[in-house]
C-alpha cells in the first residue's frame, strides 16, 4: 500500500489472502476507478446527456496495460489524489481514437466519486473472499462442535482449572460468535455497495436536471443501490465494514488464542495441522509452531487501530475532507487484508485441527479431583447449605493440595461429607462427565442458530 | 470510573449527560447485580430449583443503600472482581434475616453471570437516554434541511470555496448520516440485549438438567434474550455496540466540525445558540465559543480509541478472560457516557442553532464569481469540449485572481466565450441559485428516508 | 472522571493506585489551580504587577473545602472549561474578604494557563507514586534475576518449547526492560515539569512588558521550568509522558503474561503471592487467581488507545484547540491512573512471586530430551555440517515423538551419531544446565546496568 | 507492505517519501537480513567459532538479485517468518560455491535475530531521511519566525478571534515544539541502533562461552550498541521510536491544521507554494488546494493508532511472541513511512509558505475592535477593577456587535470609560502592534533554542 518501488511480495503472502491481495492491489484500483468511468459514460449516453457515440471510445481505452501506474503515484502528489491523473491519463487514451469522445470523460463527475465508488467495487470483491472463508470456518466448527459434542475437557478461567466442560461446547462458543460476525460484516458489506455520485458540491449540479437519473442508472450498472444524498464525507458505511471486520478480527483471534493455549507443550490438546515445513523452527526441529494463530493474533492486535483509524477518519470537514478522507483510502483495504490473512489462516487451522482427545482427558485428572470441586460443593450445598459447603470444600481442597492427595480422598474422611453423601454420590461427583449440565443441549442449540 | 473517594463531578457533567451518569454510577452497578440476583433466585424458584420461600427474603435484602460501596471497592481487589464482595455482603445481608435463604443466593451462577447481565441492564437505560437525543437531532435536523432547502451557501472542499450548494443539503447529508448512525446503534443495542449466564464453566452444571429452563425464565424476567450458548469470553455484542456509537460519536464530531468552521469570526455563517454565560471568556467579553462543538469533537477524538480498547479485548482465554474481559469492564460505560455528552451538546446546538443566511449569501460572493467556475466550464465544455474549456477556465481565473477582477469580467472579453455564451447565459450561469443542480430533490429524498 | 455525581469507588481500587486516585481527585485537580492562582498572585505582587496587599487576602481564599465542586462542574458545562467557574467562584471568595484583592485574581492569564499547569503540578505528584512501584518493581527483578541466575527453566517460543534457559535469565529480561521503561518516564516527566502561561494569546499581553519576568517567577514558585515559549496547542511534553507511561504498560503486561502462563495448572512454575481471599473464586474453592497479572493485563490492553487519543488530540486549532485539548484533560489522569494500578499489583506480584523451581525443572523433562535437540544440533553440526546434522536431528525427533521414547534413545542407535559423538557427549548434551551459553554472565550484565 | 503482487506505487508516492520507501522495500529488507548474517560469519570467523574461509563465500552469496523474492514471501506463509526462508535460500547460495562455509550459515543465530536486526538497520536508514526533512523544516520555521517576529495577526481560540498575536510567535511556537519532536525522535532512534542478538532462547547456548564476544563483534561491525541482555519480546526500544514518531506526526498535523485554516478562502493568510498542477481541481480551475497539509493530517489521523499497535504488541509471550511481535514487523516501517510523507510533504509547504501579511493585517479588523477588548479591559481593570472592567466590556462589546458599530465608537460614549482612558490610550488600546506583550522576546527565545 505504501511503498513506491512495488513491493509487498515479502510480508504479503504471510498476512493477506492473495485473492484479496490482488483485489486491492494497484491494477484493481485503477480498473476500479475505469469501470466506474465507463458506467458513468454508459449511463449518461444512456440519458442523452452526453453522445451514445462516445461510450465506446470510453469504454475500449478502460485498459489497465495502458497506464503507467508508477507515473499515476508521482502525478498524485501535486494533485493531491489518485483521481486527478487517472482521469487526465484518461481522457488522452480516449482522444488517442476519438478527440470528440474523450470531450465526455468523467462528466459531472468530481474526484471524490470516482474514488469512493472505486473502493466501494473493490471492497465487495474482497469482502466476497473473506466471506467464503468465514463460511468454510463456520462448516470447521459446526462439525467440531458436533463430532466432540461429549468430549469431555477442563473448562479454564484466568487460566486456572475451573470445571469440566466438553469441547464441543467450547466449539459451539466460537461458532456461535463467528456465525454474528460474519452476519454482521455481510450485513455491514451489503449496506456499503452504495454508489458515491455527487460532482463537486454534492449537487450534481454539472448534470443539470439530470442528476438523479443519472446517479440511478450508474448505480444499477454497478449492481449499487443509489443513495438518498451523496455520501461524501460521511464515510459511516465504511467504518461500519471496518468494524464489522475488526468484530470479525478479534472473534479469530479468541479461536486463536485458545487453540494456541491449547497446543502449549505441556497442555498438547489440540494442533494445527501439520504440513511438510510448516510451523518448524530452523534449530529446534521439533517444534510445531502455531503459525496460523500467530497470523490471527498479528492481525487481532492490529485490526482494533485500524477500525480506530477509519473512526477518527470520520469529522471531514465540509465537502471534502482534509486529512480524514485520504486516512480512509489505505486504511479499509489495509483492515480488510489483515483480516482475509486471519479468516484464511483460521480456516486451515480448523479445517484439519488435530485434537488430542486423550490430552484433553488427562488433563482433567491433573487436580486430582479439585476441578470436580463445585460439583460437591452444590450437592453438600443443597443439604447443609452453600456457604458451610463451600467452607469445608475450600479447608478440603487445600488440604488435598497441601498433602498431595486427592480431593475424594480427603473428603471421605471428613464426617460431615460422609454424612451427606454415599458411594454412590461420590462415584457421580467425581466423573467429570457427570458434571456437564446442559453442554449438549447448548451445542445442538448453536448448531441449529449456526444453520438457520 | 477510576477514583478511589468518589469523584468525577468537576469534569464530568461538560462531557456527560448526566443521566448516562446515574445510569452507569456505582449505585446503578451495583443495583443492576442485585436485579440479577433477585431475578435469578424468582427463576429458580418458580422451576423448585430454590426453595420457593428463600425468594422474598433475597429480594427484600436487595437494598442498594444496604451496602457500603467503598468497601466492595476495596474488597474486590484480592478477589479481582466486584461480584464477589457484592455477593458476599449480599449474602450476609440476607442472612441476617433469613439463614435458610441465603444459602440459596447466586444460585448455580458465577461472576460472570452478574457482572455481564449486570452491565447489559445498565447498558439498556443508558442506550435510551441517546437514543432520545439522538432523535431530537434528527428532528432538529430535518427541520433545518426543510427550512434552509433553497437557502444558498458555499460547497468547500479541502477548506477552499468549491461551488455553490445549500443549507438544506449539507444538513440532509448530516441527517442522513444520523439516521444511519441511530438505527445502526439501535439494532446493535437490541442484539447485546442478551443475558450470560452459564456458572463457572458454561455449561449450567451447577443446575443439572434445569440449566435452560432456568435461563429461559431469567431471561425473561429481565426482558433479555436467551442467546443459543453463553456467550463469557465473546463479548462480541457489547463490541458491536461500541463500535455503533462509535460512528455516532464520528458522525456528530462531523457536524460540530462543519459547524464550529461556519462560527469562525471570518465566516459568521452559523453560530451555537447563545445564553448567559455559555461560550464566554474571561478575557475576550465578545467571543462566543462553540462549547458544544468542542465537547462532540471532543468525544469524536476519544471515541475511536474506546473502540478499540473493546476490539482489543476481545481476544479472550478459554473460559473466562485475563486481561481482556476487565479492561472492557469499565471501557463500554465510558464509551457510551462520552457519546451521551456528544449527543446532548449536538442536541442542545442544532435545536437552537443561529444559521446567518445574508453571511451564506455574502461568502458565496467573496471569490468574485470563482465559485461559479464550473458553471461556466460545463456550459462551455458542452460546445467546445470539456478538456479546453477547462483549459481556457482555468487561464480566465487565474487572471481574474491576479488583477482582482470578477471571472465574469475577464471571460466576457474572451472570444471564445462570448461565441459560445450570451448574455443570457452569463447572468445565469453566474447566478448561483442557478447552479443548484438536484439539491432539492436530495434534501426530500434524505428527509423522506428519515421519516420512514 | 466522567460520572456527575461522585462515583469510581466501586471499579476504582481494583484499577487505580489510591494515592494516584487521590492525586487525580476533583479536590486535587482544583487544589493545583487555585496552587497556581496563588503563586501567580505572589510572582505578580513581587514584580509590582498588582498590589502586595492582595496577596494574603487570595492565598487564603485558596481553601477547596469552600467550593462546591459539583456546582462547579455544572458551571462549567456553559463555559465550556472548569477554569473559568473556579477562577468566578475563587474571585467571589476573595471579593467577600477583601474586595480590592479580588480585582487581582487571575490576574494576566486565560484558563489554558491555569488547567494546563493544574495538571502538570497533578501529573508531578501521580508520577512520583508510579516511580515508587517501579523501584520497588527493579529491586524485586534484581532479587529474582540474582536468586535464580541458575534455575534451569525451559525457554518457550511462540508458546512451544524451545531450548533451556534460567529463570534468572526471564527476569534479567523483564528487569532490563523495566528499567528502561522508569528512565524513560522519568525523563519525560521531567520535562512536563514546564509552566504554561501565555494570557489568552500566548503573548502575555496582559502583563506589558513584564511577562517573561512574572512567567520566570511562577515557574519557580512552583518548581518547574520557564519554556522558551507558552505550550498551548503544543502538548507534546504530556503526549511524550503518556508515550513512556504506556511502555510501562506493555513492558507490565508482558511480565504479567509470562506470569500468568507460568501460573497455570498444568504448568504451575510460579504464583502470585497468596493471602486471605485473594484470587479466589466462589464455586472454585482450590483455585488461586491471578487477580494481580489480570489487573496489568488490562491495563496494557487500555494504554495503548489512551496513548493514541493524547496523540490524536495533538493536531490543535490556533491558539486553543477544539477538541483535542478537551480530549486530552481526562486522558493523562486516566492513563496514569491505569498504569499505576499495574505498577502496583506487579509491584505486589513480584515482591511475593511465589517460584517453583521443581516444576521448571519437571517441565524441562516433558519433552524427553527433544528441548536438548539444538545443543545435540550444534554439536553434530560442528562435525558433519549444520544442515545435514539439521536434518538427521529431525528425523530422530519425530521418530521420538512418533514412538513415544525419549531423543536420546533414538539417537544412540544412529551410527552417524554414534561415530560422533561419545557417551561423555551424549551425558552432557542432554543436562540442560550445561546448554544455558552465557545466561549467566548476561544475567550480570541485567542488574549492573540496572544499579548504574 | 501487505499486497502480493508488487504494489504500492499508486498511493505510495502521495503519502511516502521515496526515500523512505525504498529503505523499508522487500530488496531492503532482503538486504539487511543478509548485512546480519554477513556480519555474524565475520564475527564469529574473526574468534574462531567458524572458519575464516566460510567468510568470503557467505560474503559472496549475499547479492539481494540471486534471491526471488515472491517465493520467499510464499515459503514463509508455513515457516511463520521470512527469516526461514531467506536462510534456507541463503544456506542454498552459500552451497553451490563452497559446499563447507554453507554449515555456517546463520551459526549459533534465531530467526529473531536475523528479523529484529535487520529492522534496526533499515530504521536507521529511515530515521536520518525523516531527521533531514526534519532539519529543513527547522530552518524554514526559524526564517518564518524571524521574519515575521513583527507581523501583527490574530490569535484564535476554540476558532473565535481572540487577541492580536504575531505570525513569528504562531511560527516560533511550531519551531519549539519541532524542535522538541525531532531531538526526541533522534535520542529514540539512537537507543534503538541496538543489535539483538540471542539464539533460540536468549542464551547464545549454540556459541557456548563465546556468545558475548561474538555480540560485541556483531555489535562493533553493524555500528550497533550491544545490550546487556537480548531484547527479543521486549520491544520496547521500537516502540520508543514509533511514539516519537507519533509525536513528531503530531506536530507535523498541528502545522498543517493552522496552515490549512490559514488557507481558507474566507481568511487567505497563508497558502501552500504554487506549483504547476499542484492542489488543482479537475472541475474547479481556480483551487489552490491544501494537499500537502492534507498528506499531514492524514498522517496525524493514522500515527496515533500504529504508535498503539506497536505498544498493543508489547505483551509477548516468553521467549517469543505470538502475535504482538508479528503485528509490529509492518507496522513500524509503515508508521516510519507514513511520518516520512507527513515530514517531506511540511518541509515542502514551510520553505515555500506564502504568507500573506496583508490579509493577517485585514483580519485583525474585522471584529471592529473587539479582539482589543482585553488590553481596554485590562487598562480599565487597572483602574476600576477586573471584574467591573470585564462586565463593562462585555455590556460594550456586545452593544457594538448588535450596532454594528466599532468597540472604540462604544466606550468612547461609556462615561467611566472616559473617565478613566484619555484619547492617547485609546489610540494606542485600539492599535493591536501595541499589544503583543513579549511576542518578541519569546520568539527569540524559541529561535535560540532551536539553534542551541
Not at 473473506?130 to 461429549?150: F, G, K, P
Amino acid at each position: 500500500v505504501l511503498s513506491e518501488g512495488g513491493d509487498g511480495s515479502l510480508y504479503g503472502p504471510l498476512f493477506v489472502d492473495p485473492a484479496v491481495a490482488r483485489a486491492f492491489s494497484d491494477r484493481a484500483t485503477l480498473q476500479a476507478i475505469l469501470d466506474f468511468e465507463v458506467a458513468l459514460a454508459r449511463a449518461e449516453a444512456s440519458l442523452d446527456v452526453i453522445p451514445d457515440s462516445a461510450v465506446a471510445a470510453i469504454a475500449n481505452a478502460a485498459n489497465v496495460d495502458a497506464f503507467d501506474i508508477p507515473s499515476l503515484g508521482r502525478e498524485a502528489v501535486a494533485a493531491g489524489n489518485i483521481a486527478i491523473p487517472i482521469v487526465r491519463a484518461f481522457t488522452r487514451l480516449v482522444r488517442e481514437n476519438d478527440e470528440h469522445a474523450a470531450r465526455f470523460v468523467h462528466w459531472g463527475a468530481t474526484s471524490q466519486d470516482a474514488i469512493d465508488t472505486g473502493a466501494v467495487l473493490q471492497l465487495a470483491v474482497a469482502l466476497r473472499i473473506v466471506d467464503e472463508h468465514l463460511d468454510a470456518v463456520t462448516q470447521s466448527l459446526i462439525a467440531l462442535a458436533q463430532r466432540h459434542i461429549a468430549t469431555p475437557m477442563v473448562a479454564r478461567t484466568l487460566l486456572q482449572h475451573a470445571l469440566p466442560t466438553t469441547f464441543g461446547l467450547k466449539a459451539a462458543g466460537w461458532l456461535s460468535a463467528i456465525v454474528r460476525a460474519r452476519r454482521r460484516l455481510a450485513r455491514a458489506g451489503a449496506h456499503a455497495k452504495t454508489l458515491q455520485f455527487g460532482g463537486a458540491a454534492g449537487t450534481l449540479a454539472a448534470l443539470g436536471d439530470r442528476g438523479l437519473d443519472v446517479a440511478q442508472r450508474l448505480a444499477g450498472d454497478l449492481s449499487l443501490a443509489a443513495p438518498d444524498v451523496p455520501w461524501h464525507t460521511h464515510s459511516d458505511r465504511f467504518v461500519d465494514v471496518a468494524s464489522a471486520a475488526g468484530i470479525v478480527a478479534g472473534t479469530l483471534g479468541k479461536i486463536a488464542r485458545d487453540t494456541s493455549l491449547m497446543m502449549q507443550t505441556e497442555i498438547g490438546e489440540a494442533s494445527e495441522p501439520a504440513a511438510p515445513g510448516r510451523g518448524g523452527s530452523s534449530t529446534m526441529p521439533h517444534k510445531r509452531n502455531p503459525v496460523s494463530c500467530a497470523v490471527a493474533l498479528a492481525a487481532a492486535t492490529r485490526a482494533p487501530h485500524l477500525v480506530a483509524t477509519m473512526l477518527a477518519g470520520m469529522t471531514q470537514e465540509h465537502e471534502r475532507a482534509l486529512g480524514g478522507w485520504q486516512a480512509q483510502w489505505t486504511t479499509l483495504p489495509e483492515l480488510i487484508s489483515v483480516v482475509s490473512g486471519s479468516a484464511r489462516a483460521m480456516n486451515e487451522t480448523l479445517a484439519g485441527l488435530d485434537v488430542n482427545v486423550e490430552a484433553m482427558r488427562a488433563n482433567l485428572e491433573i487436580t486430582h479431583g479439585l476441578v470436580q470441586a463445585e460439583a460437591v460443593t452444590m450437592a453438600l450445598g443443597a443439604q447443609i447449605g452453600r456457604a458451610q459447603a463451600h467452607e469445608l470444600i475450600e479447608a478440603a481442597s487445600k488440604r488435598a493440595m497441601a498433602e498431595h492427595r486427592s480431593l475424594r480422598e480427603v473428603l471421605v474422611r471428613e464426617p460431615t461429607v460422609r454424612a451427606a453423601l454415599s458411594d454412590d454420590d461420590f462415584d457421580r461427583l467425581f466423573d467429570p462427565t457427570h458434571y456437564l449440565g446442559v453442554a449438549r443441549q447448548l451445542v445442538t442449540q448453536a448448531i441449529t442458530e449456526a444453520r438457520s
